[in-house]
């Protein structure tokens, strides 16, 4: 299909450990959003991509938290010095237009992170 | 600041019960409301959305009016089916502002027996 795409489904990595999460958006989509969504809460905004500009990082809970779009497509999301308390769902979003727009955003399946 | 708030869950209805899912929300202008549905397994997908006050969003059977004086935005479906059976986000956004990132509320677990 052509929906956002998230790699891998679910990821288990021991505290202290690196991980990267991968988003791949609907194609010609300029707008990419990331998502964190612990268990029994709604998704809760990390970060905003327009293109390949992050002009929104507001949502990272800390610096180990890193995002980058670097050609305006695939988008990854890095955690760095896992702690227990990132495990959660992280969603991938993607919507055709940018700033000032009412276009939908559509979303990817999700990466659930286990932290041990 | 902004915030979305619903009705916890689970709701356990009958199928062709009458459904409500109440919705409430706190924001400093105008936005627009929405709500996403979350079935067992699958990603969130947009279920209907109002873009100003008055305006009634509809799909598959649900609706939802945008009430600007009561603040609220409940979710309405006659007479449910046990495909129905999913958990529902309400969810707010202003999309005259950058980045339009949506303002989740916590979700409401639906299931629906036969």
């Known amino acids: 299909g052509a929906g956002v795409s998230q790699s891998p489904r679910y990821k288990v990595a021991k505290r202290g450990q690196d991980v990267a999460l991968r988003c791949d958006p609907i194609?010609?989509?300029?707008?990419l959003f990331w998502y964190q969504q612990a268990l029994g809460q709604g998704p809760e905004f990390l970060t905003y991509?327009?293109?390949?500009?992050?002009?929104?990082k507001s949502g990272l809970p800390s610096d180990r938290f890193f995002a980058e779009r670097p050609e305006g497509s695939v988008s990854t999301l890095k955690i760095q010095r896992t702690q227990q308390e990132d495990s959660a769902v992280y969603l991938c979003?993607?919507?055709?237009?940018?700033?000032?727009?009412?276009?939908?955003?559509?979303f990817g399946d999700g990466t659930r992170l286990s932290i041990l | 600041g902004d915030s979305v708030t619903q009705m916890e869950g689970p709701v356990t209805l009958s199928e062709e019960a009458f459904l409500t899912i109440n919705c409430t929300y706190t924001?400093?202008?105008?936005?627009?409301l929405f709500w996403y549905v979350q079935y067992p397994g699958e990603g969130l997908q947009l279920l209907l959305k109002?873009?100003?006050?008055?305006d009634k969003g509809s799909n598959k059977g649900f609706e939802a009016t945008y009430r600007k004086e009561t603040t609220s935005f409940h979710l309405e479906k006659g007479s449910v089916q046990v495909s129905d059976s999913a958990v529902y986000f309400c969810?707010?956004?202003?999309?005259?502002?950058?980045?339009?990132?949506?303002?989740f509320g916590k979700g409401t677990t639906l299931s629906v027996s036969s």
């Open positions: 979003a993607s919507s055709l237009a940018g700033q000032g727009s009412n276009q939908p955003q559509h």
């Open positions: 194609s010609g989509h300029v707008s």
């Open positions: 991509f327009q293109n390949e500009a992050q002009l929104d």
């Open positions: 924001a400093t202008g105008y936005p627009s």
């Open positions: 109002a873009t100003k006050a008055d």
């Open positions: 969810a707010l956004s202003f999309p005259n502002q950058a980045g339009t990132a949506l303002i």
